[in-house]
């Protein structure tokens, strides 16, 4: 969480609005209070210091994913140029509810890309890395492919 924070504040000490959305899975955090702490985890500490502190506004009030009982799946932003319509049922036949809201700005600069670089890859470390990897050791446990698999992926 602190990786993240660091990052958020990085974007914030520029001259754009930042909204930043996502699923933070921090249900002890009561944001219909102007964010309050009822037990929870630091990472939870974290970010609501960090939201407050920067003066970013939650704006998802309501349940996001029931299972939870709380809005975990969070829109964030400090300039007001979002508001918040509502939450819709099971739009990607998910456990979560979406969230629709209305963005009032202009969006400028390049969008960001994300995905791998190949054209910037260090293909000879690749090759030296795969070439000094003991793959008969890494897999002396795997019965299946799924096995290997699962260890690769590991």
């Not at 985890?41 to 996001?64: A, M, P, W, Y």
């Not at 002396?140 to 096995?147: A, E, M, N």
Request: with cysteine.
């Amino acid at each position: 969480m602190c990786l993240l924070t660091e990052e958020i504040e990085r974007l914030l000490c520029t001259s754009s609005s930042v909204i930043i959305i996502g699923d933070f899975i921090c249900p002890h955090i009561n944001w219909s209070e102007g964010g309050c702490l009822a037990g929870g985890h630091s990472k939870e500490r974290i970010l609501l210091d960090f939201c407050i502190s920067n003066g970013l506004k939650q704006l998802v009030t309501e349940i996001t994913r029931p299972a939870s009982g709380a809005p975990i799946d969070l829109v964030l932003s400090a300039d007001g140029v979002l508001d918040f319509d509502d939450v819709v049922a099971d739009p990607l036949k998910s456990d979560h509810l979406g969230i629709m809201f209305s963005f009032d700005g202009v969006v400028k600069g390049s969008p960001v890309r994300n995905g791998r670089d190949f054209e910037r890859a260090d293909y000879a470390a690749i090759k030296t890395s795969l070439f000094a990897t003991n793959w008969q050791q890494i897999f002396q446990d795997s019965v299946t492919l799924d096995d290997m698999y699962n260890t690769l992926t590991e």
